[in-house]
């Protein structure tokens, strides 16, 4: 049977690291596409060179932060809904959701939360339980979903190469944990998680001083979450570490998962 690929990608500037983008779309064989931390405004969004690159998309963006867009190749994906709801004086862009012939895919930028505690770290968590809420309904609703995105969650010690070092980080706080925790608990399927059950597996990495990156910063805070009728679906999951290697990446590394066309 054909598979389709889908991936998540914190690209931390769709403009600013438009080769690395235009490079992986290149050599990628993923159908669906997330992208987060576009850090641009709607309308400078490349929308012509991803176009180009033969992908259509819908982006929600905010000058400077945020920002979130979902790419399907050789379709237009049609739009469901951008923003969560929940909370109708939140002007952060952090979600769009869209049907891709009969899948829905939710793509996410949750909150950082740093520093922790604060009013940052509440917010985050705020925004998690708004998250929790309408995934709920998604679920209710028995459609095949995949909730994708830059979590900013590690959800386990597993997920880090060295976990003391974030015992003071919003992304490994208990809280933000049991937030992630309550999803899987809800029915939500940790694809990569699924497929790897006890590999480190990591998606993100810090920025060196000396350029490259830090290979002990190792985080798995990506994640690519399935309502349960496709967790049987599911063939293969992984990450394009190399990315992280290539000239001015991105931090993350795009994750990706295999389903069962």
Not at 58 to 72: C, F, M, R
Not at 243 to 261: C, F, L, N, Q, V
Request: glycine share 10%; charged share 25%.
């Amino acid at each position: 049977m054909a598979a389709t690929r889908i991936a998540t990608f914190n690209v931390n500037g769709v403009n600013g690291r438009l080769p690395v983008l235009l490079r992986w779309l290149a050599e990628t064989p993923c159908e669906i596409v997330c992208l987060q931390e576009l850090k641009t405004s709607d309308e400078k969004f490349p929308a012509e060179a991803i176009r180009a690159a033969g992908y259509g998309a819908i982006w929600h963006g905010q000058k400077s932060y945020n920002g979130v867009a979902i790419l399907a190749r050789g379709v237009e994906p049609v739009e469901r809904r951008r923003g969560l709801p929940g909370d109708p004086d939140d002007t952060h862009s952090r979600y769009v959701e869209a049907d891709i012939s009969g899948l829905i895919i939710g793509c996410l930028y949750l909150p950082n939360g740093n520093p922790a505690p604060g009013p940052k770290f509440d917010y985050k968590l705020r925004w998690f339980e708004r998250l929790i809420s309408y995934s709920k309904v998604l679920l209710s609703d028995g459609a095949p979903v995949v909730l994708c995105g830059d979590y900013n969650v590690v959800p386990t010690q597993i997920d880090a190469v060295v976990p003391r070092r974030w015992l003071g980080d919003a992304v490994y706080f208990p809280e933000s944990r049991e937030a992630y925790a309550t999803m899987l608990q809800d029915g939500w399927v940790d694809a990569v998680r699924l497929i790897h059950p006890e590999k480190g597996v990591y998606t993100y990495w810090n920025f060196s001083h000396r350029g490259g990156y830090d290979g002990s910063s190792g985080l798995r805070m990506d994640h690519l979450l399935l309502s349960p009728s496709l967790a049987g679906q599911l063939r293969s999951a992984g990450v394009d570490v190399e990315t992280r290697g290539w000239e001015k990446p991105s931090d993350h590394a795009p994750a990706w998962i295999e389903i069962e066309a």
